[in-house]
């Protein structure tokens, strides 16, 4: 959230506040006048027998001084400069036309209509409600900061979250194997590739889908090549043959295992050089220290899964 | 969440501030039109009233604070009320029934109600008589029927007025003229009616002469409609012989005129001699 959008936050929040406050007095004031001119006509009803109006009937003049002298007196009462008494005159002597800002209220007595004019003006900022203005100014300029804070806070969580997808959710590494051109490479790394002979690529091809079907078996080096992984080397080899890599008869993948894994698990260290983290995944397991070749050890690929690797050409 | 529970609470105290913000008090009227005035004088614990009853406010107020301070008041009364109003109906009711203990009025008012004769109202001071006059800023006016058919006529409009109402009325039923076909302009007092005149608005209007009009119109330019109009009169209620008062009030009458503005004012004669063993009325007031 930059300044720009802060400050355009502060401006609508100001807006807003000062025109509900602006609509606010408007609406009271109005309401206070109307009350106040009730009560002004009131007065002057309880006054109208005892004021020197004029009277067509009884050819009386009246005493406008005297009329006059009431409404100063009125007015100093009503004591506000919004609202004022202008005239108090019988209909028929009614001459001058309101102007705008004058209210005409008129009295029904038993002598004809008598007129009273309003005079009301609209007085827009006290100093008082100037400095309900500053408020309100101070107020947005507070919660446009508040604001701020809050969504910066709340882009923070969706960043945290949004990073903790990411890091939950890594794209898989997937080791490709092309048959076509006889290479591994990586999904990490998809321009280093690897050129690996037919023997070594049939045989860990046939183990990667062997330990995929198979879970749990252990291979050692002592026992023989189980027939399953031999058959699907086998069917590797036969698809080489097919792309034209080669017209030698199948090897003996049981011959020389040892040699075989050492190819591949070079080829690998080559291609996941990168992402040495996922090279357990794929790299089938090395005999350490003295002893190793013992029957518990297994070359088998135990935590591959489906989807680890990509056979292009198959 | 928050923050939009938070706006919503700003926006409705936002409206609360502005319904709160507005000024707002009740107006509270006293009696806006006082049509009297009342003061004690040193006898608290008296509870008769000495009643006055004038047109005029200033001088309501003004000898209803004169004769609070009195002393002989004071020992037969303990407040003093004056009364004012413009409405001649107001005096009709109070000179008839009898209420007002001390009246300004004209004559031919008390006469009207024979009120010399039911009350004992009994004059006490009197303004000196004067001439009724037809005033024109232009010529003297004539007394004719063509002179006034094509004039504008300014007059009095409270009835009992004599030089402003009565009179020249009484003028133009003489020459036969129907009212009706005067065009007359009211106003109600005799400065109304000089400024109507001076202002061009009427031509020619009714009323009395006094000094202080050589201002504004010509003497030359005046023509007398009646004379020995007697003045109006301060009138004294005398249901008991009480002569203290009467001279009492008396006394503050002629002390108050003296510091009136106007002339006409000034020129007043006390009806009955005090200071004396006996109190009389004197013989030129008498011939009225």
């Given at each position: 959230?930059?300044?720009?959008?802060?400050?355009?936050?502060?401006?609508?929040?100001?807006?807003?506040?000062?025109?509900?406050?602006?609509?606010?007095?408007?609406?009271?004031?109005?309401?206070?006048?109307?009350?106040?001119?009730?009560?002004?006509?009131?007065?002057?009803?309880?006054?109208?027998?005892?004021?020197?109006?004029?009277?067509?009937?009884?050819?009386?003049?009246?005493?406008?001084?005297?009329?006059?002298?009431?409404?100063?007196?009125?007015?100093?009462?009503?004591?506000?400069?919004?609202?004022?008494?202008?005239?108090?005159?019988?209909?028929?002597?009614?001459?001058?036309?309101?102007?705008?800002?004058?209210?005409?209220?008129?009295?029904?007595?038993?002598?004809?209509?008598?007129?009273?004019?309003?005079?009301?003006?609209?007085?827009?900022?006290?100093?008082?409600?100037?400095?309900?203005?500053?408020?309100?100014?101070?107020?947005?300029?507070?919660?446009?900061?508040?604001?701020?804070?809050?969504?910066?806070?709340?882009?923070?969580?969706?960043?945290?979250?949004?990073?903790?997808?990411?890091?939950?959710?890594?794209?898989?590494?997937?080791?490709?194997?092309?048959?076509?051109?006889?290479?591994?490479?990586?999904?990490?790394?998809?321009?280093?590739?690897?050129?690996?002979?037919?023997?070594?690529?049939?045989?860990?091809?046939?183990?990667?889908?062997?330990?995929?079907?198979?879970?749990?078996?252990?291979?050692?080096?002592?026992?023989?090549?189980?027939?399953?992984?031999?058959?699907?080397?086998?069917?590797?080899?036969?698809?080489?043959?097919?792309?034209?890599?080669?017209?030698?008869?199948?090897?003996?993948?049981?011959?020389?295992?040892?040699?075989?894994?050492?190819?591949?698990?070079?080829?690998?260290?080559?291609?996941?050089?990168?992402?040495?983290?996922?090279?357990?995944?794929?790299?089938?397991?090395?005999?350490?220290?003295?002893?190793?070749?013992?029957?518990?050890?297994?070359?088998?690929?135990?935590?591959?899964?489906?989807?680890?690797?990509?056979?292009?050409?198959? | 969440?928050?923050?939009?529970?938070?706006?919503?609470?700003?926006?409705?105290?936002?409206?609360?501030?502005?319904?709160?913000?507005?000024?707002?008090?009740?107006?509270?009227?006293?009696?806006?039109?006082e049509t009297s005035t009342e003061c004690q004088t040193?006898?608290?614990?008296?509870?008769?009233q000495l009643i006055i009853f004038t047109q005029s406010k200033k001088i309501a107020k003004l000898l209803t604070q004169n004769l609070c301070s009195d002393n002989v008041v004071a020992?037969?009364y303990?407040s003093v009320k004056g009364y004012w109003g413009y409405?001649?109906?107001?005096s009709?009711?109070f000179?008839?029934?009898?209420?007002a203990d001390l009246i300004l009025a004209?004559?031919?008012?008390?006469?009207?109600?024979?009120?010399?004769?039911?009350?004992?109202?009994?004059?006490v001071v009197?303004f000196?008589?004067?001439?009724?006059?037809?005033?024109?800023?232009?010529?003297?006016?004539?007394?004719?029927?063509?002179?006034?058919?094509?004039?504008?006529?300014?007059?009095?409009?409270?009835?009992?007025?004599?030089?402003?109402?009565?009179?020249?009325?009484?003028?133009?039923?003489?020459?036969?003229?129907?009212?009706?076909?005067?065009?007359?302009?009211?106003?109600?007092?005799?400065?109304?009616?000089?400024?109507?005149?001076?202002?061009?608005?009427?031509?020619?209007?009714?009323?009395?002469?006094?000094?202080?009009?050589?201002?504004?119109?010509?003497?030359?330019?005046?023509?007398?409609?009646?004379?020995?109009?007697?003045?109006t009169r301060w009138y004294l209620?005398?249901?008991?012989?009480?002569?203290?008062l009467?001279?009492a009030v008396q006394e503050n009458l002629l002390a108050m005129s003296k510091d009136q503005r106007l002339n006409y004012y000034q020129n007043v004669?006390p009806?009955?001699?005090?200071?004396?063993?006996?109190?009389?009325?004197?013989?030129?007031?008498?011939?009225?």
């Amino acid at each position: 959230m930059n300044k720009y959008k802060q400050s355009l936050v502060l401006l609508c929040l100001y807006l807003i506040l000062s025109s509900v406050f602006y609509i606010s007095v408007t609406q009271k004031s109005q309401q206070v006048v109307k009350q106040k001119i009730i009560q002004i006509e009131k007065q002057i009803a309880l006054d109208l027998p005892l004021l020197d109006l004029s009277n067509e009937l009884l050819k009386h003049s009246g005493n406008k001084d005297a009329v006059n002298s009431y409404i100063k007196t009125l007015n100093s009462y009503i004591d506000s400069d919004d609202l004022r008494v202008v005239t108090i005159v019988p209909k028929s002597e009614m001459v001058t036309p309101i102007k705008p800002n004058q209210i005409i209220r008129s009295l029904s007595t038993n002598s004809g209509f008598v007129l009273v004019v309003f005079s009301v003006k609209r007085t827009h900022f006290t100093l008082s409600q100037i400095i309900y203005y500053l408020i309100f100014f101070v107020l947005s300029v507070l919660v446009s900061f508040w604001i701020k804070f809050a969504f910066i806070k709340q882009s923070n969580k969706q960043l945290i979250n949004t990073e903790h997808q990411t890091i939950t959710e890594p794209t898989p590494l997937v080791l490709i194997v092309d048959l076509n051109d006889k290479t591994l490479s990586s999904s990490c790394n998809p321009e280093q590739k690897m050129c690996l002979a037919n023997k070594p690529l049939c045989f860990y091809l046939a183990l990667v889908e062997y330990c995929t079907n198979n879970d749990d078996v252990a291979l050692s080096h002592n026992k023989d090549v189980p027939e399953e992984l031999l058959e699907l080397a086998n069917k590797y080899f036969y698809r080489l043959i097919e792309l034209g890599h080669t017209v030698r008869k199948r090897p003996n993948f049981n011959n020389s295992l040892e040699k075989t894994l050492s190819e591949i698990r070079a080829a690998l260290d080559e291609v996941l050089n990168e992402c040495p983290e996922e090279k357990e995944l794929y790299y089938p397991p090395k005999a350490y220290g003295e002893g190793s070749r013992s029957r518990l050890h297994s070359y088998g690929l135990a935590n591959i899964r489906k989807g680890n690797i990509e056979i292009i050409g198959k | 969440m928050l923050i939009v529970t938070f706006l919503f609470l700003l926006l409705v105290v936002t409206w609360i501030c502005g319904q709160v913000s507005v000024y707002n008090d009740d107006l509270h009227f006293p009696v806006m039109i006082e049509t009297s005035t009342e003061c004690q004088t040193t006898a608290t614990s008296n509870k008769d009233q000495l009643i006055i009853f004038t047109q005029s406010k200033k001088i309501a107020k003004l000898l209803t604070q004169n004769l609070c301070s009195d002393n002989v008041v004071a020992k037969q009364y303990g407040s003093v009320k004056g009364y004012w109003g413009y409405r001649t109906a107001e005096s009709f009711e109070f000179v008839g029934k009898g209420i007002a203990d001390l009246i300004l009025a004209k004559n031919n008012i008390m006469a009207a109600f024979k009120a010399e004769s039911t009350y004992n109202y009994q004059p006490v001071v009197g303004f000196s008589d004067y001439t009724a006059f037809f005033i024109s800023s232009k010529e003297k006016p004539r007394i004719t029927k063509q002179y006034f058919l094509d004039k504008r006529i300014g007059l009095l409009d409270y009835p009992t007025s004599r030089s402003g109402h009565i009179l020249p009325k009484k003028v133009f039923k003489e020459l036969d003229i129907n009212l009706a076909n005067l065009k007359i302009t009211y106003a109600s007092s005799h400065n109304e009616l000089r400024d109507l005149l001076a202002d061009g608005k009427v031509d020619i209007i009714a009323s009395f002469w006094k000094e202080s009009d050589e201002k504004r119109f010509s003497k030359n330019y005046i023509t007398p409609l009646s004379n020995n109009i007697s003045g109006t009169r301060w009138y004294l209620k005398m249901r008991q012989n009480n002569t203290d008062l009467l001279c009492a009030v008396q006394e503050n009458l002629l002390a108050m005129s003296k510091d009136q503005r106007l002339n006409y004012y000034q020129n007043v004669q006390p009806f009955w001699s005090c200071g004396t063993s006996s109190v009389n009325l004197k013989e030129e007031a008498d011939d009225e």
